[in-house]
């Protein structure tokens, strides 16, 4: 699990990301990402209904999400901004491992890893 200094968890966050926030994407993922003030980095995960209707199974891909982003977070090498890892479609039918795979393409295209 994500520790919780890493964590984007205000409403008002999210949406200063979303509004402010510069995009990246890739197949399954859409990672957008702002500089903040704090020292440290924070994520918010989106996985919406569209996914899946069910809740357990937009969870399960949140975890994964969220576990191939704490892999990483000692690896970043820009320490202080936010960003949200959206989940498009057909995240549902991706292992844990292409999901990693992706989410490193991401930090790469954004030039944080």
């Known amino acids: 699990m994500l520790p919780k200094e890493n964590r984007l968890t205000k409403k008002k966050d999210f949406e200063y990301v ?3 926030g ?10 957008k990402t702002i500089e903040n003030h704090l020292g440290k980095s924070r994520f918010g995960f989106v996985v919406s209904k569209k996914i899946s209707q069910k809740a357990f199974l937009r969870n399960k891909i949140k975890r994964r999400i969220s576990e191939a982003v704490r892999c990483k977070i000692g690896k970043l090498k820009k320490r202080r901004f936010d960003g949200i ?3 498009l479609p057909e995240i549902e039918k991706k292992d844990f491992w292409k999901i990693d795979e992706t989410i490193e393409k991401l930090f790469k ?5």
Request: no cysteine; net charge positive.
């Open 18 to 20: 979303f509004k402010k």
């Open 22 to 31: 510069k995009s990246f994407k890739e197949s399954f993922l859409i990672f």
């Open 85 to 87: 890892l959206m989940a």
């Open 109 to 113: 295209k954004a030039k944080i890893l």
